[in-house]
């Protein structure tokens, strides 16, 4: 708590606020200059009182120097220069035009209890939205793989866009859908988004392609099989490794990991329903699994979810 009051005034409604802290109110007037006990001060107090507008931009830029996501609220032009320093700027509705203007959020009725559901929803929003991109860019990579492994040596891709259209909307397009709007918990690091993207999608993606190359391969050219039915195989397996990625990025436990696997079951009864009504079998162009199909299919689906989880295993993902 920032405030031009008396120390010990602003050290008492801190504590009555609840506002943690190890160390008694500051005084703003007597602030250390050094950038390194400036931090360690303002970390050890909940409070600093007497404290002029320079020195809330001090103590701002302490708060963010120890690596803390800081948020500033003020509604006075004295706030001006925390607010323009904070990363995070919220302004009261009735502050004063200043304020308002610099600020990233206005509080329009002075509500202070709006700031928790706010911040506790733009975390959900950006934890949903790491997910999301995760399950996306998982999916371009091992369409490369794919391609650069089959379609160009070969010139004939694994899958025929409808069945790539099939095979993406149970794996991604719905479970997308539904994994960015539904509810979630767990710490969020808004630092190193594209960093924590790639080091789970790069190595879930190759190796979910090479378990789809290694099926399809074995069916095409070990078991023989006709294009269509090593088509259905590849198919086949994009979709179980694409659900069993969908679970992957599910980490929270209980309830919500159960919901998450009865729709990773209602998209394979879907796939199955695919497969079994003529109509629907005929327009994919997917064939019934034979006996050798279905061996060529549990093969490369373990190959690709047994490498997936191993390689993520390994990186601590």
Request: charged letters at 15%; glycine letters at 10%; a positive charge.
């Amino acid at each position: 708590m920032l405030s031009g009051d008396a120390p010990a005034t602003v050290g008492a409604i801190a504590h009555d606020a609840g506002i943690p802290g190890s160390a008694p109110a500051l005084d703003g007037e007597a602030l250390p200059p050094e950038p390194a006990a400036l931090r360690d001060a303002v970390l050890s107090a909940p409070a600093v009182g007497r404290i002029s507008p320079e020195g809330k931009r001090a103590v701002v830029a302490a708060l963010a120097d120890a690596r803390r996501y800081v948020a500033m609220v003020g509604d006075g032009v004295n706030d001006v220069p925390a607010l323009k320093q904070a990363r995070l700027a919220i302004a009261q509705g009735s502050g004063t035009q200043m304020a308002r203007s610099v600020a990233d959020l206005v509080l329009v009725r002075d509500d202070f209890a709006a700031v928790p559901g706010m911040v506790a929803e733009g975390r959900q929003i950006l934890r949903n939205i790491e997910r999301v991109a995760r399950l996306f860019i998982t999916k371009a990579v091992f369409t490369a793989v794919v391609g650069l492994a089959v379609a160009i040596p070969t010139g004939t891709f694994p899958l025929l866009p409808r069945q790539f259209t099939i095979a993406s909307t149970v794996t991604i397009g719905i479970p997308a859908f539904v994994l960015a709007l539904a509810p979630s918990s767990g710490p969020w690091r808004p630092d190193h988004f594209l960093q924590s993207v790639a080091r789970f999608a790069i190595p879930a993606g190759l190796t979910i392609g090479i378990g789809i190359v290694a099926g399809y391969l074995l069916a095409r050219y070990g078991f023989g099989l006709d294009l269509t039915r090593s088509r259905t195989v590849a198919t086949g397996i994009v979709v179980v490794c694409g659900l069993a990625l969908v679970m992957r990025l599910e980490t929270e436990g209980g309830r919500r990991r159960l919901e998450v696997a009865g729709l990773c079951a209602l998209m394979a009864l879907l796939f199955a329903l695919a497969l079994v009504i003529p109509f629907l079998r005929h327009f994919y162009e997917l064939s019934t699994p034979t006996g050798d199909a279905v061996i060529a299919w549990a093969l490369g689906t373990i190959l690709g979810v047994g490498a997936m989880l191993g390689a993520l295993r390994v990186l601590h993902v």
